[in-house]
């Protein structure tokens, strides 16, 4: 019997059959200290494979594996590539975004979800009329940095793609779901595997 399946794609990455970081689960302090263990473990010698499977969690999280794979290429000239598995939602995206969109990779029927930050919270106005004004204004700040961030995130997963910051923006506050082909053809990833 002949296997008449087409050839994977994943046979052009071999790189990606053994990721030197495995994360799943929520984004957060537990995952951030299973990725620096991992990360001080990995071999130092060629490309740092890191896949990811979230349905989200701690965008600040996020962030900081960010960072610390940004400052690997940046001072070691390594390569690193991102490979997605399953679900990369939400703070799984802005972990994504650290890698060059050259460097990322889904495996098929993988989903990106990207969406805006969300915030939960009571401004209780208590005090003298004099002082309610700093609450509020403190408040705004707060919003209106959280909105630089999240846009700063936003840019740096559409650089080098087809998709436009302000499409991405507009489509985040209704959650986009974006299928593994799709982002292909979007540029958001190189591959699908």
């Not at 962030?63 to 799984?92: C, H």
């Not at 919003?143 to 985040?172: C, H, P, Y």
């Amino acid at each position: 019997m002949t296997d008449t399946s087409p050839v994977s794609n994943a046979r052009n990455y071999p790189l990606l059959a053994q990721p030197h970081i495995q994360l799943h689960g929520p984004v957060d302090g537990l995952m951030y200290a299973n990725f620096t263990a991992q990360l001080q473990n990995a071999s130092t010698e060629g490309p740092l494979v890191v896949s990811l499977t979230t349905l989200g969690g701690d965008p600040e999280m996020a962030r900081a594996m960010g960072d610390s794979i940004r400052l690997l290429r940046e001072y070691t000239g390594r390569e690193t590539l991102f490979l997605g598995k399953v679900a990369v939602y939400s703070a799984g995206a802005t972990f994504m975004s650290a890698f060059p969109a050259h460097s990322r990779f889904l495996t098929k029927e993988s989903r990106l979800m990207i969406h805006e930050r969300k915030m939960n919270a009571t401004v209780e106005l208590d005090g003298p009329l004099n002082t309610l004004r700093y609450k509020l204004e403190a408040k705004l700040n707060e919003i209106e940095d959280s909105i630089r961030i999240q846009n700063e995130g936003f840019a740096d997963l559409v650089k080098g793609t087809q998709v436009k910051l302000d499409d991405l923006i507009q489509k985040a506050p209704s959650n986009w779901y974006i299928e593994a082909q799709e982002a292909k053809e979007l540029g958001l990833v190189l591959d699908v595997i």
